[in-house]
């Protein structure tokens, strides 16, 4: 499976924007899928999860209430759906995949990174 994430952009605070992840090569749809992001000059930090079974979601505290991650297994595709932006959360995106049927916070557990994306939010 290989992972292609795009949405990234500049937007104001407040604003929202949508990344997709879509994943070629073989059908995803026995994958968690995460998103993880990393701001200049800090280590990758987890930010959603959606396991393949149930499709229950995790997130972290800092973006729970303002993001939504979703799926459609029938498109390849994961979504995080980022609302109420802050200039804290600049960073480079990153969707990654994992064989397993937990979500894992820990980007060592995760098999598959896609390239990354960039989301700059001005103040």
């Known amino acids: 499976v290989q992972l292609q994430a795009s949405g990234g952009g500049l937007v104001q605070a407040g604003g929202s924007l949508r990344l997709s992840c879509a994943a070629s090569?073989?059908?995803?749809?026995?994958?968690?899928m995460g998103w993880f992001r990393q701001a200049p000059g800090k280590e990758r930090e987890f930010v959603a999860g959606?396991?393949?079974?149930?499709?229950?979601?995790y997130y972290a505290d800092s973006v729970k209430g303002r993001f939504t991650i979703s799926r459609d297994n029938a498109k390849n595709t994961v979504y995080l759906q980022m609302n109420s932006l802050k200039p804290e959360d600049t960073a480079v995106y990153y969707c990654?995949?994992?064989?397993?049927?937990?979500?894992?916070?820990?980007?060592?557990?995760?098999?598959?990174w896609g390239q990354g994306t960039l989301v700059t939010v001005s103040s």
């Open positions: 090569g073989r059908p995803f749809g026995s994958y968690t």
């Open positions: 959606i396991r393949w079974i149930g499709f229950n979601t």
């Open positions: 990654a995949a994992d064989a397993g049927r937990y979500i894992y916070t820990d980007s060592g557990e995760y098999d598959l």
